[in-house]
Structures are given as C-alpha cells and as structure tokens.
C-alpha cells in the first residue's frame, strides 16, 4: 500500500521560508502526476504545484516565482520549497502522487505565516 508522510510545516514569519517533504514508501514505480495541494480553513483544496515524470512543472498563479517543486529520486520524496512566504500562503499542504485512476494523499502539513 502507497504511503504518503509530509513534514517540514511549522511557523514562520512573514518573507521567511520553509522546505516541505513528502517522504513515498510501499511503491517502487513511478508515478505519472506528483504534487501539492494546500487548504486554508473555510476554503476548498486548491492546487499549489505538480510534476510530472518528464520533469514538467506547473504552479498555481499566487506562488509562481516563490515556491519550487522538485523530486528526489534517491531519496524518493517530493520537495516543495516556499521561499518569501505571505500569510495568505498559511494553510494545511497535502501531497499526493497519481497514476489515474490510482491518487494517493498524505495526511497533511500545517505552514502558518504570521509575524
């Protein structure tokens, strides 16, 4: 079974930064869309970043030129790196890896932006 675990979330002031990781175990194989998802209380899930196998990237607008996604294949997890963080940017980020009809989710991170 597929098991997704983030870490790296905690409290930072504003223009600080963070690293998220999402650490895969129970699959060896590749997937072919892996990313981020985040949720702020009272709002839906909204996606942040994704990747593709190919090494194709994709941003929501807001974090474009802050945030950037990457894949470790060595240590296979899925990197997010949040540099000049807003306080908008405070939400609980989820990772998930999918090869439809197969999505897999983490059980979440909280980054809070406050000063």
């Known amino acids: 079974q597929v098991q997704l675990v983030e870490s790296g979330g905690g409290l930072v002031q504003p223009g600080g930064s963070l690293r998220l990781s999402c650490a895969i175990s129970g699959s060896s194989r590749s997937f072919d869309l892996m990313g981020w998802y985040r949720q702020a209380p009272g709002e839906g899930r909204e996606k942040v970043a994704l990747i593709t196998t190919s090494g194709f990237t994709n941003y929501e607008d807001s974090v474009k030129g802050r945030f950037a996604i990457s894949r470790d294949y060595a240590k296979n997890t899925i990197d997010l790196q949040m540099n000049i963080l807003k306080p908008e940017d405070t939400a609980v980020y989820y990772c998930?890896?999918?090869?439809?009809?197969?999505?897999?989710w983490g059980q979440g991170t909280q980054v809070t932006v406050s000063s």
């Open positions: 998930y890896v999918a090869s439809p009809p197969r999505l897999y």
